[in-house]
């Protein structure tokens, strides 16, 4: 069981590696005033390695909703929780590329856009399920995750326009990461909190 468990710290770290050091690969990439989206858009120069470690990504997300799953026990929120964490890992195996910045809007970016907004509702959903499972302490800290993930969310979809219109978009990328750091910094709690149950 704590194989499957230990997927979620392997999860966060694989993520947070992806983007620290892909856009190294991207000559000209800025990490403040560029998605992450951008890494993996149709012409970028680190598009395949983005899509192959995404894909790595999302099997350690489903190897760890199922851990979760199998751990939960009588605790109808956490089997909730792994459920839910199974399907965003699968829903994420395929992700519908966004086209470069100043290019004609296409179906890929609006699929885009949808399974964003998808794994985003997913990702809430799953923090809902954590915040229920254990005790106040945890619920506060997803509530307040929870708020972080929407205040910065949607800061950077407001710049969404603007990065379809090649427009500058000088804090986009830092928008975007902040929210990603704490559902990342989420994940880790948690299976903190499961690896000690585990013991116990």
């Avoid at 800025?30 to 998605?35: E, G, P, V």
């Avoid at 399920?129 to 950077?156: E, K, N, P, V, W």
Wanted: hydrophobic share 55%; aromatic share 12%; charged share 10%.
């Amino acid at each position: 069981m704590k194989g499957w468990l230990a997927c979620g710290f392997l999860s966060s770290l694989l993520y947070a590696a992806m983007n620290l050091f892909v856009p190294l690969l991207y000559e000209g990439y800025s990490l403040s005033s560029q998605t992450v989206s951008e890494l993996s858009a149709i012409g970028a120069p680190t598009r395949t390695l983005w899509v192959w470690l995404g894909a790595l990504f999302s099997l350690l997300v489903i190897g760890f909703g199922w851990g979760v799953w199998k751990s939960a026990g009588s605790n109808r929120a956490l089997r909730a929780l792994g459920a839910v964490t199974v399907i965003n890992g699968a829903f994420m195996l395929y992700f519908p590329p966004m086209q470069m910045r100043g290019a004609e809007f296409a179906l890929t970016d609006a699929m885009h856009i949808a399974w964003t907004v998808v794994t985003l509702l997913l990702m809430l959903l799953a923090m809902g399920f954590g915040a229920a499972a254990f005790g106040r302490r945890f619920r506060i800290y997803s509530i307040a995750t929870i708020a972080i993930l929407l205040t910065f969310g949607t800061l950077a979809g407001l710049d969404g326009p603007r990065v379809q219109a090649n427009l500058p978009t000088p804090w986009v990328g830092v928008w975007q990461r902040i929210a990603i750091v704490a559902f990342l910094a989420w994940v880790l709690v948690l299976n903190t909190i499961l690896l000690r149950r585990e013991r116990t």
